[in-house]
């Protein structure tokens, strides 16, 4: 170009310009960590006192500390699936839209899950090596994911070629000397170390999701969990120094992942968030009680409760965000895609359910809010019960009789005083929120929940 430019008398724009070229940024890694049963009061950034979380507190104090995050479904699968798919009709069967792995294939990342999938064994379809995850170490069931000494994992190493199941050599028949969180966190360190973005392999960016059973695993009592300080001396039963242990052991375990990013330099620009599918469920309100696990909410004992579904969400990305701050934006489990693929220059499909929060965490305006959310939740005895959530306002229909409580959050996040009688017209405009059928006016699927967005202002 510069030989033609001379030759008919004319020089390239470029030439004609002393300012260096702008350097295309490099994507940012992402790692998304979900603690299975952790409550919006498990962490000390959000208030607990009885267990010391110290890698976690620094995580929000470089980062961004969400106050009105709320899980995606109200089942251990809607939950998940909507992390993985950013859509709210997750039916219980399976995943049925693309995963968030699966999307960031197309921009060249590898992939990789480590932990409690949740979502299909692994002979199904919805199987992660088969659902966008070219690395995985997982199991794909609660039942083996909660034993915490289990004695073998399911493994896919696209290096070597390998795919099935694998004993664990620590804990032979019935062993207890590998402690599950501890390998999985081996794991995730291992798959950062060899999946490092450089010079080498163009510096490819990965996207890790790591699932930790606990502490909702301490329940099924499946072996003890590795002691921290928190517990010691104390006159706890057994359960709540298991709870305490395992919430310790996992900031333990996370803070040894965020430091394995530091050492290589990593850190700047990974972007980093921990949550939890769903808050405290099956354990004692007792136990509950004593390290306030969900806050200042009800406790998780019934599906569409404030203390299940309000989970803590920390996000920190150095490089590009405005750190150390905390946001009451009103998000679910569903935005967690969207946003993921806005960081990573991704398309984000207009089908998703949910939002991209990246302008908030890069202290900018946001541009488009949910005005409102629905859970559903199938009963046992076949009815669906439904909770809208609008500003502050909570309406709640449970019951053989399917009846209206309407609660203040703001004022009342225990949710212990009904103002539908009340407030008769606050309720019925939530009430119409809901889509309408024949029947009970819900969704068509019990299985599903849904969101509106609406612009901001």
Known sequence: MLLLGVGTGRMPAMAQSNAVPAATPRLPC????????????????????????PHLDALAKDGVRFSDFHAGGTSDMTARASLMTGQDAAATTGLRARTLAERLKTAGYVTGFIGYWGLGEFH?????????????????????????YAGH?????????????????????????????DLLTQAAVRFCRLNEPKRLNSYRPFFLMLSYPVPAAVVAQS??????????????????????NAIGRLDQNVGELLDELEKR??????????????????????DLRLFGSTGPFILGDQPLAEGRLRVPLIVRWPFWMKT??????????????????????VDVPEALDGISFLPTLQGQAQTNRHEYLIWQALADDGRTDVAVRQGQWKGVQTGTEQSWQLFDLAADPG??????????????????????????????????????????G
């Open 30 to 53: 992402v790692i998304l960590i979900v603690a299975d049963g952790l409550g919006y009061g498990d962490l000390g950034c959000y208030g607990q006192k009885a267990v010391a979380t």
């Open 415 to 456: 949710e212990q005083t009904d103002l539908a009688k009340q407030r008769p017209e606050l309720l019925e405009e939530l009430k119409a929120k809901l889509p309408k059928r024949p029947g009970n006016g819900a969704h068509s699927s019990g299985a599903s929940e849904a969101s509106h967005v609406v612009p901001a």
């Open 324 to 345: 150390g701050r905390a946001s009451d934006l009103l998000l679910t489990g569903t935005d967690i895609v969207p946003t993921v693929l806005e960081a990573a220059r």
């Open 265 to 286: 330099g990593m850190d700047l620009n990974t972007l980093v968030f921990i949550t939890s599918a769903l808050g405290p469920v099956g354990q004692a309100p007792s």
């Open 124 to 148: 199904s379809s919805n199987a992660p090596q088969r659902r966008g995850f070219d690395v995985v170490v997982a199991y794909g069931d609660r039942q083996h994911a909660w034993d915490l």
């Open 153 to 181: 994992l399911f493994r896919k190493d696209p290096r070597s070629g390998f795919e099935g199941r694998v004993p664990l050599v620590g804990n032979p028949h019935g062993a207890e000397n590998a402690y599950l969180p």
């Open 223 to 244: 072996g003890p969990v590795p002691e921290v300080e928190a517990s010691a001396g104390r006159e706890w039963t057994s359960t709540q120094k298991d709870r305490a």
